[in-house]
């Protein structure tokens, strides 16, 4: 009776294993199901940013700026003006709109006319509009206006310096290495040739420098003056009385002349009369 009970008990608790692995399948998916319903909802992904372009790309898009280009302006004006102080007054005001200074002046007030001469230094890029409004002061009697494009000659002018020198540092290492007097008096030679060369190349930079930085103009205006007009007023009578001095002070003149012609007339005429005087007093009773 032992033995068929205790089969017995070991069956049914293998059964209940099974039916508690079956269940716990089963509740399994649903679980995961509730989970997933009261989960909440995740964000979505960011898009992927798009890659950096390449630097060479992002180099070619930089516009590249143009070199500077050397300009020389320069130019002549010519002015008839109605009033020459008025003139003047406005000239200067000019001059300090337009970031000009006066590089020379010279005034005269002869031949019935009251003119100055200027030298104008102004920024190259005022010239123009520093031309019209002097311009604009006076009739222009004369106006000559020219630019030149100096550029290519600074660049050359450089490129080729930049070369001398370069020689001339070979030059000075080639001198210091050689032992042969002939070899270091020719060498001596070409860098000394080389430097003056270089010094005039200098020169030249400074100077197209000079004429590009500041543009040149020659300013002239005047005033014609009244037959009247003199530096300082004068009496009424002045006049009459210098001219009754020149001509008092040229017939003087005349006489002497006259008498310089005749001298030798007055010369036997005097000895003449001297030797008659003395006749009679020596031969009184013969008059």
């Known amino acids: 009776m032992k033995r068929l009970i205790l ?4 069956g049914l608790a293998l059964a209940g294993c099974d039916s508690s692995k079956n269940e716990a399948a089963t509740d399994a998916p649903t679980q995961a199901t509730v989970s997933e319903a009261q989960s909440p909802a995740l964000p979505p992904m960011p898009a992927p940013e798009p890659a950096a372009a390449p630097m060479s790309a992002v180099a070619t898009a930089v516009p590249v700026a143009k070199p500077a280009r050397d300009i020389i302006y320069q130019g002549e004006l010519n002015l008839a ?3 020459f102080n008025q003139a003047t007054t406005r000239i200067n005001q000019l001059l300090t709109q337009h970031d000009a200074y006066l590089s020379t002046a010279h005034e005269t007030r002869a031949n019935g006319q009251h003119s100055q001469e200027m030298t104008i230094k102004v920024v190259p890029g005022n ?17 000559d206006v020219a630019s030149a494009d100096v550029t290519a ?5 450089a490129k080729t310096l930049a070369t001398k020198q370069a020689t001339a ?3 000075q290492q080639q001198l210091a290495k050689t032992t042969n007097k002939d070899e270091a008096s020719r060498l001596q030679a070409q860098a000394s040739q080389l430097q003056a060369d270089l010094a005039t190349d200098q020169a030249k930079l400074q100077q197209i420098g000079a004429r590009s930085t500041w543009a040149t103009l020659r300013l002239r205006y005047y005033q014609p003056l009244a037959a009247t007009d003199t530096d300082e007023p004068q009496p009424a ?8 001095f020149n001509r008092g002070w040229s017939v003087v003149l005349s006489i ?8 030798p007339l007055l010369l036997l005429s005097g000895l003449g009369t001297w030797g008659w005087r003395w006749w009679r007093l020596r031969h009184p009773e013969q008059v």
């Open 237 to 244: 009578f002045a006049p009459q009385f210098q001219v009754a």
């Open 127 to 143: 010239f123009v509009d520093l031309v019209t409004a002097l311009s604009q002061l006076g009739h222009v009697e004369n106006k």
């Open 153 to 157: 000659d600074v660049l050359q002018t």
């Open 256 to 263: 002497a002349v006259v008498l310089t012609n005749i001298w």
């Open 81 to 83: 003006v109605t009033d």
């Open 7 to 10: 089969p017995a008990l070991l």
């Open 169 to 171: 540092t070979k030059l």
